[in-house]
């Protein structure tokens, strides 16, 4: 159980197009999803937290007109990276939580990652 | 300011030893912690994970440690194996905190495991 997909799990653009990466909970529901970025031999960086029928929540410095996140279902949130540019090449992981979790606790699985680049 | 650390890049330990990874953190609003273990080009995965209220959690060959007085946390693999070699990342949350649930992450220790 707790399996968390993501697609693409690779994708290379031009720089000015924009990308979509999915992440899906596969078999539990998740009100909140998360998106990091990792850089080479750097550890993970929260850049947005993802509600279900909400608004998310961008950490400092992350352009939120960028990184358009969407979370329409209690299973799905997607990233668009809008405009892409070569600096924006990364490996993008999605996380979420179970729902329904005692709200001491806080498990959060994580999608196996997509790994951007941009030309 | 680094609020989880992680002082160790690397470890090294032989085949069924034990294998002990620390952790240190700043902020005592902390309440849950998490381990991870990560494999490069992949998402990390969870191991085992220990809520502020309690000071061990078991989970097969893996066992956490917490120690709020001195706010560092361990874990324990016994006996290790091959195929536990990976970086091995340590997260933290301020689940009563209102925090969202946000994880802060220690930046990993990478273990090797030889045979």
């Known amino acids: 159980g707790a399996v968390v997909s993501q697609h693409p799990s690779r994708v290379i653009c031009k720089s000015g197009t924009s990308v979509k990466i999915e992440c899906r909970s596969l078999?539990?529901?998740?009100?909140?999803m998360f998106w990091y970025r990792q850089f080479p031999k750097k550890s993970l960086m929260l850049m947005a937290t993802?509600?279900?029928?909400?608004?998310?929540?961008?950490e400092q410095g992350v352009e939120k007109d960028k990184f358009l996140i969407n979370h329409a279902s209690l299973t799905l949130s997607t990233l668009t990276v809008t405009s892409a540019h070569p600096e924006d090449s990364s490996f993008y992981i999605c996380?979420?939580?179970?729902?329904?979790?005692?709200?001491?606790?806080?498990?959060?699985?994580f999608g196996p990652g997509t790994r951007l680049t941009v030309l | 300011d680094q609020q989880v650390k992680q002082n160790s890049p690397s470890l090294s330990v032989q085949e069924g030893r034990i294998s002990i990874l620390n952790c240190d953190y700043t902020?005592?609003?902390?309440?849950?912690f998490l381990w991870y273990k990560k494999y490069p080009a992949e998402g990390p995965t969870f191991l085992i994970s220990?809520?502020?209220?309690?000071d061990k959690n078991e989970d097969g060959r893996f066992t956490v440690f917490l120690n709020k007085s001195a706010k560092h946390l361990s874990l324990h693999i016994v006996p290790s194996q091959p195929g536990d070699s990976a970086v091995y990342f340590c997260?933290?949350?301020?689940?009563?905190?209102?925090?969202?649930?946000?994880?802060?992450f220690g930046k990993g220790t990478l273990l090797t495991v030889n045979p």
């Open positions: 078999d539990f529901q998740a009100t909140t």
């Open positions: 220990i809520s502020s209220i309690k």
């Open positions: 993802s509600n279900e029928g909400s608004k998310a929540t961008y």
């Open positions: 902020n005592s609003m902390f309440d849950y």
């Open positions: 996380s979420a939580r179970l729902s329904g979790r005692a709200l001491l606790r806080n498990e959060q699985f």
């Open positions: 997260a933290a949350s301020a689940v009563r905190g209102g925090s969202n649930y946000k994880l802060t």
